[in-house]
């Protein structure tokens, strides 16, 4: 075994010498969130992976100089202490599984590596012959860990103790149409009054849970918690703002991208699924994709499912849509937040259909906004909607008009997700005004602009009539930066065919239909899909 691990090690040191000097920085680590480990393939679930993958991927730590880093480090390195390691990897296990004392707990002793271990204190809590209640699907209590395991794998040193919320680690209804979502990212919406709460109400209610579970633990182990690990990796600003409130000071998600120690509420992790191999988990933690990102953009008009004339009607026309769209081979849509008329699409219709699309057709969802509506409703109007678009559903961002005039420029080389929404912080411009209340209430929110130009610092991607050969002189359609340009598609299905091969040539990755007929899925999907990326003649 350890010779087959040595001889994967050797094989990566090469393509990690890309990651090992951005991690040098005094801050950066990168960061992996296990859940369940089990002993045969046949007993794992999605999240779960086995002994022996685990023993491999620690083997592989220790040859190939990695530095398992504890979150003192982490926090050392925030305050301007010690710098951490150019090869700092924070070992993290959620949801508080039995085989985290079984299993995990006598490798950390047998290799001196710490770990962070987050417990959902009210699954904790359940009598010993009892069942909790894992996120809807009932499970045994003895599949978690008890109270006295916890305090003795605290008691060791390596483990540290983080919250995984008392009662958040489940889904809430989000709208009258039955929909549900993470209670700590979700306005939660009430049958009784047909109503969803304010912010005030949502950031009191994730508040309130998250200090009985900081109470809860500090009971238990003499310590309260100071990490909080967000359930799904799921959160809204305002649920920020109450794990600050309740005493935490660092919180970690599920965005894969390396960590940073300056942004401590935010520190970001792989989520490796499904038992993947040593190759696979590695590959993955380079968080440095050896390609081009595919991105397939689709617009996609509601008047159908809006004009349906009742509830069966409107789950046909939504059940067809999904279907379309997984036809197409689409990676994300574009959803209006106006009807046709230009009238804000109703938040239970808007939900639903956002909900729906990212969930059964597997796709992100953005909400649209384009110049005209912008003009005729103002920036301030059009901020709301933006921010009530938020409200009503986990979208992954927003398509806003791009300002006219943007300039063409060079792509910056050490763009990233991380680097685009630090430029959001700082720049002052029309768009990120209109932009801002709603990445308040979400900051996971992605920003496409839709327009002449290429993207500036702060947005993420640009979408843009096609084809503009100022891209590929100024480096946009380099594997690196050609996912951040989405060109915009037109004409019959044989011309969208000829001109996806076109660019495809020319080094573009990023496609969008707008409009697009959903009945030309069918024909549209040989060109358009992702899963024929890249062309090839």
């Known amino acids: 075994m350890r010779a087959l691990v040595f001889l994967i090690g050797s094989l990566f040191l090469a393509s990690f010498g890309a990651l090992a000097a951005p991690l040098a920085a005094q801050t950066r680590f990168v960061a992996i969130a296990f859940h369940d480990v089990v002993d045969r393939r046949e007993e794992r679930m999605e999240d779960a992976v086995t002994t022996q993958s685990l023993v491999s991927f620690f083997d592989f730590l220790v040859a190939d100089g990695w530095t398992a880093v504890s979150l003192d480090q982490v926090a050392a390195a925030r305050a301007g202490g010690a710098p951490l390691p150019d090869k700092a990897v924070l070992l993290t296990f959620d949801d508080g599984y039995r085989s985290m004392y079984e299993r995990v707990y006598p490798l950390l002793l047998a290799y001196r590596m710490p770990a962070v271990a987050a417990v959902v204190t009210s699954w904790l809590d359940v009598p010993a012959n009892g069942v909790v209640d894992y996120g809807g699907k009932p499970m045994p209590r003895s599949a978690f860990l008890t109270w006295d395991e916890v305090r003795q794998m605290q008691a060791s040193g390596l483990v540290e103790i983080a919250s995984h919320s008392h009662d958040l680690h489940r889904v809430v209804l989000m ?17 009784a009054t ?63 991208e390396a960590a940073d120690a300056r942004q401590a509420m935010a520190l970001h992790r792989y989520y490796p699924t499904r038992d993947p191999d040593l190759g696979t988990i590695m590959f993955n933690l380079r968080f ?14 509601p008047a159908r499912f809006l004009t349906a004339d009742d509830p069966a009607a409107r789950d046909a026309v939504l059940g067809d849509l ?18 046709g008329a230009g009238v804000p699409l109703n938040g239970n219709s808007f939900g639903r259909l956002a909900r729906q699309l990212g969930t059964r057709a597997g796709v992100e969802v953005y909400g649209g906004l384009d110049q005209a509506v912008l003009d005729q409703l103002g920036g ?23 300002a006219a005039g943007m300039l063409a420029q060079a792509p910056q080389r050490a763009s990233s997700p991380a680097d685009r929404r630090l430029a959001r912080t700082g720049a002052d411009h029309a768009l990120l005004r209109l932009f801002h209340p709603a990445l ?18 702060f947005a993420d991607r640009q979408i843009l009539p096609a084809p503009e050969q100022q891209l590929k ?3 946009w359609r380099a594997p690196e930066h050609s ?33 697009w007929h959903s009945d030309q899925a069918s024909v549209l999907a040989p060109a358009f899909s992702s899963a024929t990326f890249p062309w090839r003649p």
Request: proline share 9%.
């Open 380 to 402: 301030s109007r059009a901020a709301e909607l933006l921010a009530a678009a938020t409200r009503a559903a986990p979208i992954d961002g927003f398509v806003l008009p791009a």
């Open 322 to 339: 999904i279907e379309q769209v997984r036809l197409l081979g689409a990676t994300g849509v574009i959803l209006p937040v106006v009807d």
């Open 194 to 256: 047909g109503q969803i709460e304010d912010d005030t109400a949502h950031r009191n209610r994730v508040a309130s849970d998250l200090s009985i579970s900081r109470a809860r633990i500090a009971a238990e182990t003499g310590r309260p918690p100071r990490a909080l690990v967000w359930p799904f990796g799921r959160f809204s600003g305002p649920a920020v703002a109450a794990a600050e409130g309740a005493g935490f000071t660092m919180a970690l998600t599920l965005e894969p």
């Open 483 to 515: 996912g951040r340009i989405v060109e915009l598609l037109s004409g019959t299905p044989d011309a969208i065919g000829q001109q996806v091969q076109r660019l495809q040539r020319e080094g573009a990755s990023g496609f969008a239909l707008c409009p």
């Open 288 to 301: 440095a994709p050896p390609r081009r990102e595919t991105v397939r953009l689709a617009c996609i008009d």
């Open 175 to 191: 709208n009258a149409e039955g929909n549900t979502a993470p209670a700590a990212r979700t306005w939660r919406y009430d049958p």
């Open 440 to 457: 308040t209430l979400d900051p996971r929110l992605e920003l496409i602009l839709a327009g002449f130009g290429t993207p500036p610092a």
């Open 473 to 475: 002189a100024l480096g």
